[in-house]
């Protein structure tokens, strides 16, 4: 009982490690302007929707606003971290040098604090003589409002906003990029009430509001403040014509009545605009409410063509290569071996699908972890995806692993193209070999001190209780020659796994992850590509399949309750875990069913 206590400790501490909570303090680079507002952000890894957050004391700065909080995720070399990021609005009142206090955040009883961080705090005639500032006027002058002028005239001609595409036209798989920008020269506070529709496409976010990216840029002659609101990577599921429909904002805007200089401001915030604000209660000054949204924008998805189309093609484009490797070139019998694929370059890696591998008769193969690196700031998004494949085998001998193909479709050259591993060779020798080295290392480790001899035991029960676990959980893959395409036996665990770990993300990203599983699934399992990446078609693979038509009907149903969630956001977060499984259940049922000859 001790010894169980014990291993379950010793996993929960790895567990742990793993998944280590970090709490940051980042403050704006360079010296900030007395007298102007700045940003602090409090940045939390692998954040649970249950930590307490305790605001800091900020009782050396004049408070504007916060705590403005967003969540979301990143992908990085250690797999997936949750991120929460609390924002606060401060200013700074006189010069001199300043210390941020750090804030604390209680997580399942125990506190995390982050390090203070140091701010340095300028007059305005130093920062233009430090080249900060500029000596010209501020954008504040079209913040008066002269008598008898139209407030609403005004703010047509100096507060906007602007959608730019880098193309109108493009192939299945090629993304599009899409920048959602807000111009300004007035005090103004915005507030996002409808983000755009994104029908027909998977999407990857490069910059979000919480990023806070802004620039100055010049329109007809005048400068303005331009924040990036959002920018994606939109990679079209199939052929036809798809709108990329209207970001619509609300937005609250301070006049000056008196002759007052006032450097503009904008605040954009996603929610609710407030009732009461001591920004807009102030006299001397006039504030209207007032409506805008973007254009809708037209994108043309041609098919990708169907001369010279590989039998294998699964749906990726872009540019890749792939390589395969074993961790251990040498294995006892039984003894579990790793076969690690890497595909390299750029493209639709949210698309790509797990390569397929033909084992020899005398090797199990499991179904791969998936392990992404990727640069959202490219696009196409450039990196790697990493497939390792756990197997095993019970004879001895030498065998070899066939070469893993990868077919893709190159934009840039019109073709499509096959890329290759080399064949691989794996060594299983007798179980009894493994006994007989670790005989041999007998006698030095019985010198050892009796606390190693105890630490190294519970190790390998550790071990032990990991490895039997994870095999009693694992759905083993044929190990018979792969004798169908990767259409015939998608794997569903791999497909799933963008949506498992996006569930308790905020915002669309687990619907179009999920969304994007499931055409995947209907393009491995029927082939489906093109125009024929639709409903109806779908229906009729199903019905040709001999899938009952409940079924049937369960499949569309969750691909629409996807929509919902991705396109409008009704779908409550707690609906997520319900639907992944019931998603989990209903492809497995239909992977499991052999297509009609």
């Not at 009952?548 to 691909?559: G, P, S, V």
Request: charged residues 25%; aromatic residues 8%.
């Amino acid at each position: 009982m001790k010894k169980g206590i014990l291993i379950i400790s010793i996993l929960l501490l790895v567990l742990a490690a793993n998944a280590q909570v970090v709490l940051k303090t980042i403050v704006t680079e360079g010296p900030v302007i007395a007298g102007e507002p700045f940003v602090v952000q409090y940045v939390l890894e692998n954040a649970e929707p249950e930590d307490d957050f305790f605001q800091p004391d900020f009782r050396q700065f004049r408070f504007v606003s916060g705590p403005n909080t967003y969540t979301g995720a990143s992908f990085g070399a250690d797999g997936p971290k949750r991120l929460k990021n609390i924002t606060f609005t401060l200013v700074a009142l006189k010069e001199g040098h300043y210390i941020v206090p750090g804030a604390s955040v209680k997580l399942h009883g125990q506190v995390f604090k982050s390090e203070p961080a140091p701010l340095e705090v300028i007059s305005r005639a130093a920062a233009v003589q430090k080249g900060i500032l500029s000596e010209k006027p501020s954008l504040a002058t079209d913040s008066y409002l002269q008598p008898g002028e139209d407030p609403y005239e005004k703010i047509r001609h100096n507060l906007f906003m602007k959608v730019m595409v880098d193309k109108k036209a493009c192939v299945v798989g090629q993304p599009v990029t899409a920048t959602f920008k807000l111009y300004s020269r007035l005090n103004s506070k915005s507030d996002i009430v409808k983000n755009p529709g994104f029908y027909g496409f998977a999407i990857q976010d490069m910059i979000n509001l919480a990023d806070n990216v802004s620039a100055t840029e010049t329109v007809n002659g005048k400068k303005f403040q331009v924040h990036t609101v959002r920018k994606v990577q939109l990679y079209p599921l199939q052929a036809g014509l798809f709108t990329i429909d209207p970001m619509e904002v609300q937005s609250r805007v301070e006049f000056s009545t008196s002759m007052v200089s006032k450097k503009s401001e904008q605040e954009i915030v996603e929610g609710v605009i407030p009732t009461e604000d001591e920004l807009f209660s102030k006299p001397g000054f006039k504030v209207c409410e007032t409506s805008m949204h973007t254009e809708p924008v037209a994108i043309k998805v041609n098919p990708l063509p169907e001369h010279g189309r590989p039998a294998e093609f699964s749906g990726a484009t872009g540019k890749f290569t792939i390589a395969a490797s074993l961790e251990k070139q040498e294995l006892a019998r039984n003894e579990e071996g790793d076969l690690v694929v890497t595909i390299e370059g750029r493209g639709n890696f949210p698309q790509l699908a797990a390569p397929v591998v033909s084992w020899p008769k005398a090797m199990e193969g499991f179904e791969p972890e998936i392990k992404d690196s990727l640069n959202k700031e490219l696009s196409p998004l450039e990196g790697r995806r990493v497939f390792t494949f756990r197997f095993i085998s019970n004879q001895a001998g030498t065998y070899t692993i066939p070469a893993i193909n990868l077919s893709f479709f190159d934009p840039d050259s019109n073709r499509y193209k096959t890329t290759s591993t080399k064949p691989i060779t794996v060594k299983i020798t007798e179980a009894a070999a493994r006994k007989l080295q670790a005989g041999a290392e007998k006698e030095p480790v019985l010198k050892k001190s009796v606390l190693l001899w105890i630490i190294t035991g519970v190790a390998i029960l550790a071990a032990t209780l990991f490895v039997v676990i994870r095999r009693k959980n694992r759905k083993p893959v044929q190990a018979e020659p792969v004798k169908i395409t990767p259409a015939n036996k998608p794997q569903v665990t791999g497909l799933l796994q963008p949506a498992s770990i996006l569930q308790e993300a905020e915002g669309h990203s687990f619907y179009a992850a999920l969304r994007t599983a499931i055409w995947q699934f209907s393009s491995q399992k029927f082939k489906l590509s093109g125009s024929s990446m639709n409903k109806r078609s779908l229906q009729e693979e199903l019905q040709q399949a001999n899938i009952t038509y409940a079924d049937q009907q369960e499949l569309l149903r969750i691909l629409d309750a996807c929509e919902e969630g991705l396109f409008t956001g009704a779908l409550e977060t707690g609906n997520r875990k319900e639907l992944l499984e019931e998603t989990r259940h209903l492809l497995q049922k239909i992977a499991d069913t052999p297509l009609p000859e």
